[in-house]
Nanobody
């Protein structure tokens, strides 16, 4: 059983910054990638960023140049540094962990960008 715990969400003004964290626990022998997805009301869930244990990162087009994903492989933690936030970044952000057994999801942390 894998458990993902996210933190760091909240309310921020447009142009502001937030840093999300996600820590994985449980029996994890190996993993392919950790990532962040988001879902805004009325929208489909979309990929925000993913990173491999080796550090290869990929980003959704809407966040490239503004968001940075990083990881610590020793304690299986991933962060998402978000800058220049826009109102359209408002969503619930979910952490993911990809293993041979499949994808695990966190419970989500809400980010609201509003003045």
């Amino acid at each position: 059983q894998v458990h993902l715990v996210e933190s760091g969400g909240g309310l921020v003004q447009p142009g502001g910054s937030l840093r999300l964290s996600c820590a994985a626990s449980g029996t994890i022998d190996s993993w392919y990638a950790m990532g962040w997805y988001r879902q805004a009301p009325g929208n489909q869930r979309e990929m925000v960023a993913r990173i491999t244990p080796g550090g290869r990162a990929s980003y959704g087009d809407s966040v490239k140049g503004r968001f940075t994903i990083s990881r610590n492989t020793a304690n299986i933690t991933v962060w998402l540094q978000m800058v220049s936030l826009k109102p359209e970044d408002t969503a619930v952000y979910y952490c993911t962990l990809d293993r041979m057994e499949g994808r695990s999801w966190g419970q989500g942390t809400a980010v609201t960008v509003s003045s």
